[in-house]
């Protein structure tokens, strides 16, 4: 069976200011958390992954084992990163504009336990007429969440910190909801406190 061509925008630029340090390049298992995070988005049926990241991130999170993929990749430098999550969001659309993708996939770097299964659900349910496919675990709706491509438009209109589920909430009527039951696969790291959380499950793996 033919699935739809589904891009993933990984969201990768933010500051760490709540760690304190580089979240991304913090050790996870045998890898880091932006590795373990962008390792299941390669190895999912996404047909390329979009890695938004600040203008001058030096890459030092990506280990050589995700490098390597590098056909399935491209790094997109954001200038603009700073000013909140949305222009992370609308630099990747920018890109995925640039091929005929079906549709954009919005994730985080900082969900390592993310399964490669719920990713390709999504994908697999994906219709033409359905404006997005949204995750939701514990009745809350967060990413990933797959936005059709004629909603690209519209993603570049949010500001500031607006994340996708801004479009979400106003559209929750259209699209689709995919409950998830896999606590870990949402859990993003933020803090110390998150961190060593990750690292006790990690070690439960």
């Not at 900082?110 to 390709?120: C, G």
């Not at 995750?135 to 690209?152: D, E, R």
Request: net charge neutral; charged share 20%; glycine share 6%.
């Amino acid at each position: 069976m033919k699935y739809a061509k589904v891009a993933g925008i990984m969201l990768a630029a933010g500051n760490s200011q709540r760690m304190g340090e580089d979240k991304l390049s913090l050790a996870i298992g045998d890898t880091t958390i932006g590795s373990a995070s962008l390792r299941n988005a390669l190895a999912s049926q996404l047909d390329q992954v979009f890695i938004v990241v600040q203008e001058n991130d030096p890459l030092h999170w990506m280990t050589e084992e995700v490098k390597w993929q590098k056909a399935k990749y491209q790094v997109v430098r954001n200038a603009q990163a700073y000013q909140g999550q949305s222009y992370s969001i609308r630099a990747g659309v920018e890109q995925v504009q640039k091929s005929s993708f079906d549709g954009a996939l919005i994730m985080l770097a900082d969900q390592p336990f993310l399964q490669v299964s719920i990713i390709n659900e999504l994908i697999h349910i994906y219709n033409e007429e359905i404006p997005f496919i949204a995750a939701q675990y514990a009745g809350v709706t967060q990413p990933p969440i797959l936005f059709n491509s004629f909603l690209f438009e519209r993603l570049l209109t949010l500001q500031g910190d607006q994340g996708a589920k801004a479009i979400v909430k106003s559209m929750k009527n259209n699209g689709y909801i995919m409950k998830c039951d896999d606590r870990k696969s949402f859990y993003d790291i933020d803090t110390k406190d998150d961190y060593r959380w990750a690292k006790k499950w990690q070690e439960q793996l």
